[in-house]
């Protein structure tokens, strides 16, 4: 049976991977795709990076990089080269980490994936603890079938409610196309009540958003 799946982000900061260097001396955010580990060492980076002669001449540059591809596409470059350097995060993958996607950003990394039950997540944090510059961002439920938006951001069934409603009638608009009392009446209870809820709601969101 499939334990609970668990959203994990990790940040790395001076990362040494070339395509973290090459943002660094070109002072630019680039999305890359979880780098594929070839058999003879050397590793895939796939990437999209915003028109930069900089980041191109760095990467092109570096020792380190073999086969490097570039190409325009609306304003941006997508580009695929082989590295010989190790990526930190390949260590974090080893322990069980299923990376999604990787944010560079002036010589800093952010990891977004996943890993399967805390067993798994406690080797991953044991290797992430014991790498230079690896730092854990968060730690959150992946949401799946059958589970609720209140189980995902751990808010109460009343409090879910009170955010939809207020939702559904455009109560967070402005100007707004409700007031508090009404959408109190649609749900059947105090204006006091559902401006309680409403709050305590938003606090416990804005928490786990803005940490």
């Known amino acids: 049976m499939i334990e609970e799946c668990l959203g994990v982000e990790f940040r790395v900061r001076d990362d040494d991977c070339p395509l973290a260097d090459a943002t660094r001396a070109a002072d630019i955010e680039v999305d890359a795709r979880?780098?594929?580990l070839r058999a003879d060492g050397y590793a895939l980076l796939q990437f999209t990076a915003p028109?930069?002669?900089k980041f191109a001449a760095a990467l092109d540059g570096d020792d380190?990089?073999?086969y490097l591809h570039l190409s325009a596409t609306d304003g941006r470059r997508n580009g695929r080269c082989l590295s010989k350097h190790p990526c930190v995060v390949h260590d974090l993958v080893s322990t069980g980490f299923m990376v999604e996607s990787i944010r560079y950003r002036s010589g800093s990394a952010v990891f977004?994936?996943?890993?399967?039950?805390h067993e798994v997540l406690r080797g991953v944090l044991n290797t992430a603890s014991e790498t230079v510059g690896v730092a854990?961002?968060?730690v959150y439920p992946l949401l799946t079938a059958g589970d609720s938006v209140?189980?995902?951001w751990d808010l109460t069934p009343a409090q879910e409610e009170a955010l939809r409603a207020a939702l559904a009638h455009d109560y967070f608009t402005v100007p707004r196309g409700a007031t508090a009392t009404e959408v109190a009446e649609d749900l059947e209870i105090s204006k006091s009540a559902f401006?309680?809820?409403l709050h305590r709601g938003e606090?416990?969101?804005f928490s786990q958003i803005f940490g």
């Open 64 to 66: 380190r990089i073999r």
């Open 136 to 138: 854990l961002e968060r």
């Open 51 to 53: 028109e930069s002669k």
């Open 112 to 117: 977004s994936g996943a890993v399967v039950g």
């Open 195 to 197: 401006i309680e809820r």
């Open 34 to 36: 979880p780098p594929q």
């Open 150 to 152: 209140a189980q995902r």
């Open 203 to 205: 606090h416990a969101l």
